[in-house]
């Protein structure tokens, strides 16, 4: 498993890409020293995952992801999930129906937009 980061300074978002495999004990702590490293940071309020790359995933990884997104929700930011691929898609949205909890999206720029469009002092025009 390979993870990289990008920073959105003017959202207080970073970007988290991850690839290869999740899917073992080891992978799942990797993870979750990442993720607990990145959101710990000054300034980090939301985070979007990157799973594009992600080619498959295992139950402690999940659970690593589920309690990124409650730590986050609960410090008052979010949690993304975006470009989900087959099987990951399989597993986290349709198995578990974690898609109707956390959000996902079909790409990175479209996170990006709901983190936008949600900040406080946005303002969003009906239509």
Known sequence: MEL???GRAETGTVIVAVSGAAASPHESMRLRGYLNAVTREAGVRHLV???SELTSLDSTSLGVIVGAFIRIRDAGGSLHLACLTDRPREIIVE???LGR???TTVDT???LGEIRAALPGTRQENR
């Open 4 to 6: 990289s980061r990008h």
């Open 49 to 51: 995952l990157d799973l």
């Open 95 to 97: 198995s578990t129906g």
């Open 101 to 103: 909890v956390i959000p």
């Open 109 to 111: 720029d479209t996170a």
